[in-house]
């Protein structure tokens, strides 16, 4: 028994392995985190689409007015103005500014 434990104590033949299977996987791991980065950044960007697709819907209706013989209805009308934040390109994921802007030097 004494001389097992030696021979796996002075045994290096899965060393080397265990060594290239640590480089791999940081060499995976950091691939994966630099495409993950790159999908987090572009779902962001089409759900900004999304949203200003929405916010370019028109909801504006109108309907005159309608006179007859013994009654009359009044028109009416509802007009729909931009909100705030209904532009495109609100969300900025790449600027590395605070405030969202750029600096100009």
């Given at each position: 028994m004494n001389t097992l434990f030696n021979q796996l104590y002075v045994d290096e033949?899965?060393?080397?392995?265990?060594?290239?299977?640590?480089?791999?996987?940081?060499?995976?791991v950091l691939g994966m985190l630099v495409g993950?980065?790159?999908?987090?950044?572009?779902i962001n960007?089409?759900?900004?689409?999304?949203?200003?697709?929405?916010g370019?819907?028109?909801?504006?209706?109108?309907?005159?007015?309608v006179c007859g013989h013994k009654g009359n209805i009044s028109g009416s009308r509802?007009?729909?103005?931009?909100?705030?934040c209904d532009d495109e390109c609100d969300i900025t994921c790449d600027s590395g500014d605070v405030y969202g802007e750029?600096?100009?030097w």
């Amino acid at each position: 028994m004494n001389t097992l434990f030696n021979q796996l104590y002075v045994d290096e033949a899965g060393f080397i392995v265990s060594a290239e299977l640590v480089l791999i996987a940081t060499i995976a791991v950091l691939g994966m985190l630099v495409g993950l980065s790159e999908v987090s950044f572009n779902i962001n960007k089409e759900l900004e689409d999304v949203g200003s697709a929405f916010g370019r819907i028109n909801q504006s209706f109108r309907y005159a007015s309608v006179c007859g013989h013994k009654g009359n209805i009044s028109g009416s009308r509802f007009r729909d103005r931009a909100d705030f934040c209904d532009d495109e390109c609100d969300i900025t994921c790449d600027s590395g500014d605070v405030y969202g802007e750029y600096q100009k030097w």
